[in-house]
């Protein structure tokens, strides 16, 4: 029920039905009053805590963007560098939406408190004004009334007409006051519906406004969500793989217990005890010890500050290099100390007391040292059954795919499911057994699903060297990490017509058949992500077996993934070599500084950008197979190359001659090391597969051009590659400032070289070359010379 209407001619009665129903509107309005004063207070507690909580926010935000995502490696993936990048855009996307809040607390004061307050103090307070004057007058009135009405009617009829004058004056001067009150209730009660009312229809559309821009970048930040969600994946996968085979490795180390020696530069290193004679006797220290077979250069680096070693307050901890002489297993009757051999070194006389770990520390140390009194050293690790290329090989991956194809590829989770072991055994055996039929037969009905595809995996798994071999191993990682998804593909393109001719014809098969899989994606779920995740340590495994190797799975897979999707054109065409120099990849805290933020303060576009990835380290490493007869193989094996350490070896970075006058003067005399040969030509042909490991080895550390004197020294090598880089980026700088990536640029051949192959040039000293460019080929650039082109070694010439 609503408040009764107050009419004006009630004033003039002033009944108390009229002084009831003012009441009504008095009450009303005290309680509207109250009503607002707690909602100012509210409304400030709101706006408070809407600053605390915007200060939170920021501070949150703030962490975020500080905090620096780091992962294991040199080299990122692309999944690897969103996921980093992940942590500064969710701090953008507050930052966006803290600027909204922020408007929305500023213009709070003036949106709701303000009028609020405002419209208690002036109307409400002009009605609690006219209460007092009416009352007032009220009180008066009727009080000149009481005595009007006392007055003796006796009185001389001029002094009652002045009294009765006067007293009309009071009554219309009471009258006005009620009805100016009246008007000013029905003022304010009519105001209220829309003064009091409007701040907080305001501030709500103020709040609305907030959250409805929240849901507007909520909807843009949609698209970066679902690629960082399908990131995330990805990651997940590659942990899960990554996991199960550092788990694996882990395993296999712990097995070996103290016969394992972990991949390292030196021959042999670890701690020793060494005895150290005093005046008051002996003491045994321990120094971390390392050996070079090759130098019999044996170094000891102590782990203890002694007196004698510290100066000024800091410790010396230079290591003591020496000549090793003999190793001598010491008898265990002639000292009171268990595992100790004796060294003579060039620069010490007698010998040196060391202690070993153990009993099978000190058999190393003694093997690595060539030392008398060793024994035989038992199996260090499990090594994987050896099978090679053949045409068994061919004949089973062909009759698995068929079965597969056949009947089972659409199965949900096709090969992501294993295999019976003991069943994947007996394929394997019935296949390349020694009493298996010449014909390879896979029956159909023998054999289900999970067992054929764990079978065709095993078979990858199990060969001698990765279908990718190891030679070209650190190529397709290098390959899988720059930033131009189109380069990638290019120079994986290339890279695959650098595989022997077998190797190439298998992977066509296989990825053919991987083709076909993913495009019944819907029905198993196997994308071409996921069969890289799986093909990827298998097709393209590393020699070595560490964690380091290990953390290069994710890019295995993105070569995978690669040579899946590209499979027409990388098996149908031939690779162009002739490319210009794509943008070097960056170092990971260079790529994520420049890399664009999505987010801005004003309007958000949602972008799914390219993300950079930094190149991956190359060292060179010594790879070596030695092929043998398996149950599953056959006397032809694929021998992979060595690369020298300490040389430049055909994956590390080309080295060539300085550009600038003052550095020119100080050319080497001897030509670098040649690249190795373009993809277009494989590195072995038959004749070379034939050749002992020695004469292979020997014939790829020569360069592939004839030259007579002595290669460079490690310094030249250093200054040699330092100015090869400042070359090159001094002609990617030409190349970006002319626009064109064609331009045409001009050299001069430092050195004389014969091609080894059709696509590369025969060249004299001093030979100018014109139309250079950058190619696809590692090491390698395409030039014209007398009215010929093809390739020439990069580091074979300097640009004019």
């Not at 680096?301 to 002694?306: F, K, L």
């Not at 964690?547 to 070569?559: D, L, R």
């Not at 014939?699 to 020294?713: A, V």
Request: charged share 25%.
């Amino acid at each position: 029920m609503g408040l009764p209407t107050l009419e004006f001619s009630d004033s003039f009665l002033d009944s108390p039905e009229f002084r009831e129903r003012l009441q009504c509107h008095e009450i009303e309005l005290e309680r509207t009053n109250r009503f607002i004063k707690d909602l100012i207070k509210d409304g400030n507690m709101l706006i408070s805590a809407f600053r605390s909580l915007s200060l939170a926010v920021q501070r949150f935000s703030q962490s975020l963007q500080e905090f620096q995502f780091e992962c294991i490696g040199e080299a990122e993936t692309d999944d690897e560098i969103n996921i980093a990048q992940s942590l500064k855009e969710f701090s953008q996307l507050l930052n966006t939406m803290e600027e909204e809040r922020k408007r929305l607390i500023q213009n709070a004061d003036d949106v709701l408190i303000s009028p609020l307050e405002r419209f208690r103090k002036e109307q409400i307070g002009a009605v609690k004004e006219g209460k007092k004057q009416f009352d007032k007058e009220t009180e008066r009135y009727y009080s000149v009334l009481e005595k009007h009405l006392s007055l003796s009617p006796k009185k001389k009829e001029l002094h009652l007409q002045e009294a009765d004058s006067q007293m009309s004056k009071d009554r219309q001067v009471f009258y006005d006051a009620s009805l100016q009150y009246v008007f000013k209730i029905h003022e304010v009660q009519e105001r209220k519906k829309f003064q009091f009312v409007e701040p907080l229809l305001a501030f709500l559309q103020g709040l609305f406004t907030f959250y409805h821009e929240g849901y507007e970048v909520a909807s843009e930040f949609e698209p970066y969500k679902q690629q960082l969600q399908f990131n995330l994946q990805n990651a997940r996968n590659n942990f899960e793989s990554t996991r199960a085979e550092v788990e694996r490795l882990m395993k296999r180390i712990r097995s070996a217990e103290e016969d394992f020696k972990a991949p390292s530069c030196f021959t042999m290193e670890g701690y020793l005890y060494i005895q150290e004679k005093r005046p008051l006797g002996s003491v045994w220290t321990r120094y971390y010890c390392t050996y070079q077979k090759s130098t019999k250069m044996f170094t000891m680096s102590s782990t203890e500050a002694r007196p004698a070693s510290r100066q000024n307050g800091v410790v010396n901890v230079t290591p003591e290099m020496f000549s090793l002489r003999s190793c001598v297993r010491r008898k265990t009757d002639s000292i009171d100390k268990r595992f100790c051999f004796d060294i003579e070194v060039v620069e010490r006389h007698g010998v040196i007391t060391l202690q070993a770990l153990s009993e099978a520390n000190r058999r190393l140390w003694m093997e690595a040292m060539d030392g008398k009194g060793i024994y035989t050293l038992p199996s260090l690790l499990s090594k994987k059954e050896e099978t090679f290329l053949n045409d068994a090989g061919f004949k089973f991956v062909k009759k698995c795919i068929e079965l597969i194809e056949m009947r089972g590829i659409t199965t949900l989770g096709l090969y992501r499911t294993g295999g019976v072991n003991s069943k994947v055994q007996r394929l394997m055996t019935s296949a390349f057994g020694k009493k298996s039929p010449a014909d390879i037969q896979v029956n159909a009905d023998t054999w289900d699903n999970k067992t054929i595809t764990s079978g065709l995996k095993n078979y990858f798994r199990c060969l001698a060297e990765p279908l990718l071999t190891y030679r070209l191993h650190k190529e397709f990682i290098k390959a899988a990490t720059y930033d131009d998804q189109t380069y990638r593909v290019r120079a994986i393109h290339a890279l695959v017509h650098k595989l022997p001719d077998k190797n190439k014809a298998m992977l066509d098969i296989l990825t053919n058949h991987l083709l076909k899989v993913s495009s019944h994606c819907e029905e198993n779920q196997m994308t071409v992500s996921n069969l890289g995740m799986i093909f990827g340590p298998t097709l393209l495994r590393s020699q070595e077996e560490t964690v380091a190797a290990m953390m290069n799975i994710k890019f295995q897979n993105i070569v995978v993934e690669i040579i899946i999707e590209n499979r027409h054109k990388i098996f149908s065409e031939a690779p162009d070599l002739s490319l210009p120099l794509p943008q070097a990849p960056s170092s990971r805290s260079t790529s994520r500084r420049n890399k664009a933020i999505c987010l801005s303060t004003g309007k958000r576009k949602p972008r799914l950008y390219p993300t950079a990835l930094c190149l991956a380290d190359n060292d060179s490493d010594t790879f070596s197979s030695s092929p043998s007869t398996t149950p599953m193989g056959s006397q032809e094996s694929l021998s992979s190359h060595s690369s020298e350490k300490n040389g430049l070896s055909q994956n590390s970075p080309p080295s060539s001659p300085p550009s600038d006058p003052g550095a020119s003067s100080v050319v080497p005399e001897s030509p670098p090391a040649a690249p190795s040969c373009p993809p277009s030509q494989n590195c072995l042909n038959g004749k070379d597969q034939k050749q002992s490991m020695d004469s292979i080895d020997s014939h790829h550390l020569m360069p592939s051009s004839s030259w007579t004197s002595s290669q460079l020294n490690p310094t030249q090598q250093t200054s040699s590659v330092s100015s090869s880089m400042s070359s090159l980026l001094s002609v990617e700088r030409t190349l970006s400032v002319k626009g064109n990536s064609t331009a045409s640029l001009e050299a001069k051949a430092l050195y004389s070289c014969e091609a080894e192959h059709n696509h590369e040039l025969s060249f004299p000293q001093g030979a100018l070359f014109s139309n250079v460019y950058p190619s696809v080929e590692p090491g390698w650039l395409q030039a014209t010379y007398k009215g010929k082109t093809g390739l020439i070694p990069e580091n074979y010439i300097t640009y004019i």
